[in-house]
């Protein structure tokens, strides 16, 4: 065993200092300094404190080893995104740092001691040495940290070291959550009402009373009643925040000819090397870009519909088993398609059960991709677009090199930006920026974008004149309703007076009565949706109280009669009671916790340097 472990050592050592980077530098201090001057070795600052660009490249070096796994050649989007995640990481590990260090929070070393002893981290649990019938081990574990307490292998301190630095961040940040949510407190009580307004149901009838029942020829709306209510609601209903739009072009990012020849070559030499009498299947899961390689090719039995058309008409002009058809080009890229079967076989889908071809094919796909040299060739264009319009200004620039701008629709900080989405640069650029501005060049998923800020509205509220329709039709329905109530309120007292129950007074004045599937309080009510008002007055009944007085809805009245409740299975319940407190708890905590986060985040001040220190 301990042969074992010193062998592991090195890779574990490995694992262990790339895993921790990110709590390293959270433990360690994360290389910051509280300057007042701008240093050009940092890329930003955090409230004050500089990010290095050392730690930033080193976080970023990290998630870009992780993205290599998956995607062996990155687009520059992906880069992008991943240059993205080390900046959000720093500046959330900075800002844990900052509170833990206000919040006066340590670990001592007897704390240490015993949590590491207890807490394996995650990639000391996946190591195959340290599992016993393919499961965790927490004696191997164990005996590892011993082996590494005496051991005079250099390596073993730093090892012990990461490990002790990685749980004290996750210790450190435990009590922190504990700190901010020590006031999420729920009680047996409140797990219990949960609980019953998630499965106690109710069953009614009812009589629903609107515009149709009442006569509403005489509700007139007037003006003076239309701006009563907009001054009413004005600060409620109708105040805006300040908005933007954003002017810009775009180029999308697609594949160009040189891209679509290039493969194309590409896919001609694959089929000289077939007609050459090199093995389909072989050469299938050598060089083919779909997920069907593996398996040669293989794409199964398929009837006429399944694939796209291109696809499909040069399968099925393949006229014998093993013929193999010229390269074809489909929106996925070029392909080589070999029959391997063909049958008559009845179609599914049809109810006579008539008899269609199938065929059974493989193929080799080799991928329309925009390559790199696209990529800078569009690159390099949207740079010369921009430099024209600090030049002169956007317009001038699309009309003399043929594109064509476009503006948002207006939107408020923080929102996505129409037609574009989340993009922190852009939104600070249409926000902050002076008019004219031209920002960087910059790439989303799917384009590249040169941008100017649009039209700036302040803070304030939506005018009379654009709402008043919407009041006036607001103020109608409330009209019709306030009849449909009074209404309501005499058939009620007709049926109470009369002894009648809502099927009699439905046939008698021709009304719809209407019977709930059972439903919860927190539920929807069969030809009612989840109306609140309805909802609440429905589990005030019971048998020895039918009925109650009329409800009014958001469009109209109801009259409601009981039918039957359903109660909670309360043994049910006990048996779950703790493990229902323990998840409603955790609920809470996590909630508080991601909120008291956001609320961290957004007042944080954050400058990102980036762009001018390591260009990223």
């Keep these: 065993m301990m042969k074992t472990m010193r062998n592991a050592a090195k890779p574990v050592y490995v694992v262990v200092i790339l895993a921790f980077v990110g709590t390293i530098i959270f433990a360690w201090g994360m290389e910051l300094t509280s300057k007042d001057k701008r240093n050009p070795n940092i890329a930003g600052r955090v409230n004050g404190q500089d ?19 998956e995607k062996p050649e990155p687009t520059e989007a992906e880069l992008a995104d991943a240059r993205d995640k080390a900046w959000n990481t720093i500046v959330n590990q900075t800002l844990m740092r900052q509170e833990i260090e206000k919040n ?14 207890a807490i394996a981290p ?124 954003l002017r ?79 390269p074809v080009q489909t929106q996925y890229g070029w392909h080589i398609i070999k029959l391997t079967g063909r049958k008559m076989e009845k179609d599914p889908k049809d109810p006579k059960g008539v008899e269609v071809e199938n065929i ?19 690159k390099e264009e949207a ?3 921009r430099q024209a319009a600090i030049e002169t200004n956007i317009d001038q620039a699309a009309k003399e090199t043929n594109h064509t701008i476009q503006e948002t629709k207006p939107f408020a900080k923080g929102s996505p930006i129409p037609g574009i989405g989340q993009n922190q640069p852009l939104t600070t650029l249409a926000f902050e920026a002076k008019a004219g501005t031209i920002s960087d060049v910059i790439e989303t998923q799917r384009v590249i974008i040169v941008a100017t800020p649009g039209v700036k509205k302040p803070a304030g509220y939506r005018p009379l ?92 009245c109801y009259l409601i009669e009981y039918v039957n409740r359903l109660p909670i299975d309360k043994t049910k319940y006990d048996t779950m009671a703790d493990s229902l407190l323990n998840d409603t708890a955790s609920k809470k905590r996590d909630e508080m916790w991601q909120g008291w986060f956001r609320n961290l985040l957004e007042t944080a001040k954050i400058e990102d340097y980036r762009k001018e220190s390591v260009g990223a």
């Excluded at 990010?51 to 796994?69: G, R, V």
């Excluded at 006066?104 to 002893?117: C, G, P, S």
């Excluded at 790199?372 to 569009?378: D, F, K, N, Y």
Aim: a negative charge; glycine letters at 4%; one cysteine or more.
């Design 383 to 385: 740079d010369k677009f």
């Design 104 to 117: 006066n929070i340590i670990v001592t070393d007897e704390e240490l001691a015993q949590y590491v002893r």
């Design 465 to 556: 004149d654009e709402v008043k329709e919407q009041i006036t039709r607001m103020l109608k329905s409330e009209k019709i309703t306030d009849k449909a109530m009074a209404k309501g309120e005499e058939l009620y007292k007709e049926m109470i007076g009369q002894g009648m129950n809502l099927d009699q007074l439905g046939a008698r004045y021709n009304l719809t009565v209407v019977q709930t599937d059972s439903f919860a309080r927190v539920g929807f009510a069969r030809g009612v949706g989840s109306d609140p008002g309805f909802i609440g007055a429905a589990f005030t009944l019971s048998a020895a109280k039918k009925y109650c007085r009329p409800v009014r809805g958001q469009s109209g």
């Design 360 to 378: 059974q094919a493989s193929h080799i796909l080799l991928k329309l991709v925009m390559s790199e040299i696209s990529h800078a060739t569009l």
């Design 122 to 245: 995650q990639e000391f649990q996946q190591i195959k040495e340290m599992q016993t019938d393919n499961k965790f081990d927490m004696s191997k574990y164990q005996k590892y940290l011993q082996d590494l307490a005496s051991s005079q292998d250099p390596r073993a301190e730093q090892i012990l070291f990461s490990i002790e630095q990685s749980i004290k961040a996750q210790i450190m940040t435990y009590k922190l959550q504990e700190l901010v949510t020590a006031s999420a407190v729920i009680t047996p009580s409140a797990v219990y009402d949960n609980y019953c307004n998630q499965n106690e149901k109710m069953q009614v009838k009812f009589i629903f009373l609107s515009s149709a029942n009442v006569d509403t020829s005489e509700i007139k709306i007037s003006d003076d009643e239309v701006k009563a209510k907009y001054e009413a609601d004005r600060e409620s209903n109708y105040k805006v925040e300040p908005t933007v739009t």
């Design 51 to 69: 990010i290095s660009n050392e730690l930033f490249y080193q976080t970023y070096e990290n998630n870009y080893q992780e993205l290599l796994k």
């Design 248 to 326: 810009y072009i775009s180029i999308n990012k697609a594949p160009t000819q040189i891209d679509v020849d290039s493969v194309k070559a590409e896919i001609e030499k694959v089929y000289a090397r077939l007609k050459s009498g090199a093995d389909f299947a072989e050469v299938a899961k050598e060089v083919s870009q779909d997920n069907s390689a593996e398996k040669g090719g293989d794409l199964g039995w398929f009837a006429r519909g399944r694939m796209v058309k291109p696809f499909e008409e040069a399968a099925f002009n393949l006229k014998n088993i093993g013929d193999i058809s010229l």
